[in-house]
């Protein structure tokens, strides 16, 4: 039995997806969602092993509600009313995706490419979250019992504390769920940097690079924190920084 979430700001889609999908006696309807920031959160309360996803909603997309999924990730199966030929372009990716309005011919076929690819589809959805890379890019986060949508050009840096995964603002802390290395394989890296097992810095958001002693240095951030450079990466960083 695959236990389904369905995610799209209209109700009279998600209606019509509920019904359609109720033909299908090895498929339950485990919830729904109506934004980026509760799908990410009826996700991680749900675990289910599939999500019909929109890719346009207010707030965060589709494609951004996905790399803020940690893996593994349920198996995916996108929702667009784009015009044909971005769906074209979906299409060469290999990712499966529902044009909408859904005609079930189209929905059986979807289904039976996520049962058949297996680990495939995992990779394909990688290679199209990797296409919303950008300044304007967001990522859902957690503060207290609730899911917050957050621009990555907010973001002064990432670190791993306790076992969680944390988003740091000039304002505030958030939790995240991916790991430090989803992250790092996510971000995009003409903008991030991994500093050390413990932390990712916005490059925008260093100020100087204090060198130590022993080959080992430190970052100063905008914000005054200091934050240790593994002595491996300090070339690199410099590089990065000087473009």
């Known amino acids: 039995m695959l236990r389904v979430l369905l995610v799209d700001d209209e109700q009279t889609a998600r209606e019509r997806l509920r019904q359609m999908l109720g033909a299908f ?5 485990a919830g729904e969602a109506e934004d980026g920031e509760s799908a990410v959160a009826r996700t991680m309360e749900l675990h289910p092993d599939l999500i019909f996803l929109d890719i346009q909603m ?41 044009l909408k309005p859904v005609s079930r011919p189209r929905l059986v076929q979807a289904i039976d490419r996520v049962r058949q690819a297996g680990a495939e ?13 950008s300044v304007n890019a967001r990522l859902v986060a957690r503060c207290g019992d ?13 670190s791993s504390e306790g076992g969680l995964t944390r988003l740091h603002t000039a304002e505030r802390v958030y939790v995240l769920e991916p790991t430090l290395n989803d992250l790092e394989a996510r971000l995009d890296p003409a903008l991030f940097f991994r500093v050390s097992r413990a932390a990712i ?18 970052v100063m951030l905008k914000n005054g924190l200091h934050l240790e450079v593994s002595r491996r990466r300090v070339r690199e960083l410099l590089e990065r920084l000087s473009g």
């Not at 790399?67 to 290999?94: G, M, W």
């Not at 609730?146 to 002064?156: A, E, F, G, H, W």
């Open 146 to 158: 609730r899911y917050r949508v957050v621009p990555l050009q907010s973001v002064i840096h990432f």
């Open 201 to 218: 810095v916005n490059l925008d958001a260093v100020s100087e690079v204090l060198p130590l002693v022993g080959g080992v240095a430190e």
């Open 58 to 98: 207010p707030g965060s997309s589709g494609l951004e509600v996905v790399a803020s999924l940690p893996h593994p990730r349920p198996k995916i199966i996108f929702c667009t009313a784009f015009d044909q030929y971005a769906v074209d372009a979906f299409e060469l990716n290999a990712v499966d995706y529902l």
């Open 25 to 29: 006696p090895d498929l339950e309807i």
């Open 121 to 133: 589809a995992d990779a394909d959805v990688e290679r199209v979250v990797e296409t919303a890379r």
